[in-house]
């Protein structure tokens, strides 16, 4: 998937991100606002995969 798209309609993607990873909070997704890196490290943090 291109990261440029998910930026550029970083609302849609954050919906559909906290559907598919449901422990990342609206504030989470705040903070991410479309950081690639930002994401993956909340992700994990929040699934104890770090």
Do not use: H, P, S
């Amino acid at each position: 998937m291109n990261w440029g798209r998910i930026q550029g309609d970083w609302k849609l993607f954050a919906r559909k991100i906290k559907i598919q990873w449901g422990k990342l909070t609206d504030d989470d997704l705040t903070q991410i606002n479309g950081k690639e890196e930002e994401l993956e490290g909340q992700i994990q943090e929040r699934n104890g995969y770090a």
